[in-house]
């Protein structure tokens, strides 16, 4: 039995290391590009809330209440959701490059609260020393915020990879590719129980090196 499982994986290993290197590409891409919108924005709702160093509550609300709606789609939702706007910015709702734009806009918000719990876990007394000294809002954000917020922004930038990681398998439903493409379509459709299990557990290795990395990171970056 083990031979025949071995020649059955054996005869998918070009689909399986496709639909590996289609999870990594997705991933990888949306959480830089959600790092990238989210990121900006986290530090927004941080500075411009209540007593902080550009108080805008005006702004503040608003920006929160969408990053609010935006996290409280459930993903296969947004997805569906989305299609008109990932047909207007890639061309097309179909394969892995059609599925970042949904996964992206699914993981900005996210990025963007992670980075406020961050940021809001710096010492208040940093920030005052440095307004003390004359410095203003760009070398604050520069120099204090980001730098001390660093080993937290790394730990929630992994959360988030590991959730896209998630996100993109549902994606393979509606034909994002990926591992969970593969598993659908092989594993589900075929009714393929190696298939299944063999996607499971390269999902569960990519999390846990995801995660491992993710600790190193942050422990390196650590000035405690």
């Known amino acids: 039995m083990s031979n025949e499982i071995l020649s059955h994986l054996a005869n998918l290993s070009p689909e399986l290391i496709k639909a590996t290197w289609e999870t990594l590409y997705m991933t990888m891409v949306s959480v830089i590009l959600a790092s990238v919108l989210g990121i900006p924005l986290g530090i927004i709702l941080v500075i411009t809330d209540k007593g902080h160093i550009k108080e805008n509550l005006l702004l503040n609300r608003v920006l929160g209440s969408i990053v609010n709606i935006f996290r409280s789609y459930p993903f296969i939702i947004l997805l569906l959701a989305l299609v008109p706007f990932t047909r207007f910015v890639v061309g097309t709702t179909i394969g892995t490059t059609a599925a970042i734009v949904p996964l992206t806009v699914a993981s900005a918000p996210f990025v963007a609260r992670m980075v406020e719990t961050s940021l809001k876990e710096v010492n208040w007394g940093v920030i005052e020393a440095s307004l003390a000294m004359g410095a203003n809002t760009w070398q604050i954000i520069r120099k204090v915020l980001l730098p001390e917020a660093l080993p937290g922004i790394i730990l929630g930038t992994t959360i988030t990879a590991i959730a896209v990681v998630g996100y993109s398998a549902m994606a393979g439903v509606v034909g994002g590719g990926g591992l ?21 557990v390269i999902l569960i290795v990519m999390v846990q090196i995801m995660q491992t990395l993710g600790n190193i990171l942050a422990e390196k970056f650590n000035k405690n």
């Open 180 to 200: 969970g493409d593969l598993a659908v379509r092989y594993g589900y459709m075929r009714f393929d129980s190696v298939i299944m299990v063999t996607t499971v």
